[in-house]
């Protein structure tokens, strides 16, 4: 673990490989789990917000479960997420002809619809984050279904926090972002 600014990061952010490779797992983490993605109170509002300029872009399941339950839920943590469709699919999730899971908000981004991507959480996707009263904890969370993620990374040799670049910068700035990779210059050497 190392201190960057107000947050304490996982080294393993650093050393473990990872490129998402749909192709392989068809998005199963928008679809597998128990819980929806973890949400801030401020993405609860953006939720609410978009939803009209989402709604074409979702399955008409994920339509009902956003309506019955609302555009975030409290989950069973006490914390924000996005509610699920019976339990398992992100409300917000679509599919493609291949039968790949895809993200309704982020096709709504993608056609200019909207100006908000996704939800940081799904952005930052295998990196976790938690907030406590002074600090952020900055993670990497494997989960068996991304192995060929893992493998993809591996082979491509893309470490995790340049696999994440983009939202790590959304999340953290790019001065924090920079120093990241300062510390993954140390410790490559």
């Given at each position: ?10 080294e ?46 979702l ?16 989950g ?10 019976d ?18 908000i ?60 983009e939202?790590?910068?959304?999340k ?18």
């Amino acid at each position: 673990m190392f201190q960057i600014g107000k947050t304490i990061v996982s080294e393993e952010i650093l050393e473990k490989d990872f490129v998402c490779n749909l192709s392989a797992c068809k998005g199963a983490c928008c679809i597998a789990g128990d819980a929806g993605a973890p949400l801030d109170q401020q993405e609860t509002e953006i939720l609410k917000d978009i939803y009209p300029k989402v709604k074409p872009f979702l399955r008409k399941e994920g339509i009902k479960a956003i309506e019955e339950q609302g555009t975030s839920i409290i989950g069973a943590d006490g914390e924000f997420e996005t509610p699920l469709i019976d339990g398992a699919d992100c409300a917000y999730v679509t599919f493609d002809n291949k039968g790949t899971a895809l993200c309704g908000i982020e096709e709504a981004y993608n056609q200019g619809d909207i100006d908000w991507k996704k939800p940081v959480s799904c952005h930052l996707y295998p990196v976790r984050t938690q907030d406590y009263s002074e600090f952020s904890a900055v993670n990497y969370h494997h989960w068996h279904i991304c192995d060929d993620a893992c493998t993809l990374g591996k082979e491509l040799q893309v470490p995790v926090y340049k696999f994440v670049k983009e939202a790590l910068i959304r999340k953290y700035g790019e001065d924090w972002y920079a120093e990241l990779e300062k510390v993954a210059e140390k410790i490559q050497k």
